[in-house]
């Protein structure tokens, strides 16, 4: 039990002494304001924070993501046309294809393809 109280306290001896020395070293001992305050893409961090936003921007990002992730559910099935049975194949196929232009002709209605306004 002595041995496991010395242990523990040379332990925690040690581990002070070198968070000490890393202090006392470390680089970041200067404090420059330019260096600590974010950089985000040459704007200045301090000025307005709400800019306005593009909503018509944010649809087009959301509607690719769309795309892009049914894109992903298409490629497996190419990859699953000599493991199944034919006919339950083109039939899931079409019905995903008729959702996918479903959806492409209902976002071309609401004008959310425009690149313009």
Same mark, same amino acid.
Request: net charge positive; charged share 10%; proline share 3%.
């Given at each position: *039990?002595? !041995? &496991?109280?010395?242990?523990?306290?040379? %332990?925690?001896?040690?581990? *002070?002494?070198?968070?000490? !020395? /890393?202090?006392?070293?470390?680089?970041?001992? =200067?404090?420059? *304001?330019? $260096?600590?305050?974010? +950089? @985000?893409?040459? +704007?200045?961090?301090?000025? $307005? $924070?709400?800019?306005? +936003?593009?909503?018509?921007?944010?649809? %087009?990002?959301?509607?690719?993501? /769309?795309?892009?992730?049914?894109? =992903? /559910?298409?490629?497996?099935?190419?990859?699953?046309?000599?493991?199944?049975?034919?006919?339950?194949? =083109?039939?899931?196929? %079409?019905?995903? &294809? /008729?959702? !996918?232009?479903?959806?492409?002709?209902? @976002?071309?209605?609401?004008? *959310? !393809?425009?690149?313009? $306004?």
């Amino acid at each position: *039990m002595n !041995l &496991m109280f010395l242990f523990f306290w040379s %332990i925690c001896f040690i581990t *002070m002494f070198i968070l000490i !020395l /890393i202090i006392m070293i470390s680089k970041k001992s =200067i404090i420059d *304001m330019q $260096k600590s305050s974010p +950089f @985000e893409c040459g +704007f200045n961090p301090t000025s $307005k $924070k709400r800019l306005p +936003f593009s909503i018509h921007f944010f649809l %087009i990002a959301v509607i690719f993501l /769309i795309f892009d992730i049914e894109i =992903i /559910i298409i490629i497996p099935m190419i990859l699953t046309l000599k493991s199944t049975v034919i006919i339950y194949w =083109i039939n899931t196929i %079409i019905s995903l &294809m /008729i959702v !996918l232009l479903l959806g492409l002709y209902h @976002e071309w209605y609401n004008g *959310m !393809l425009k690149w313009t $306004k």
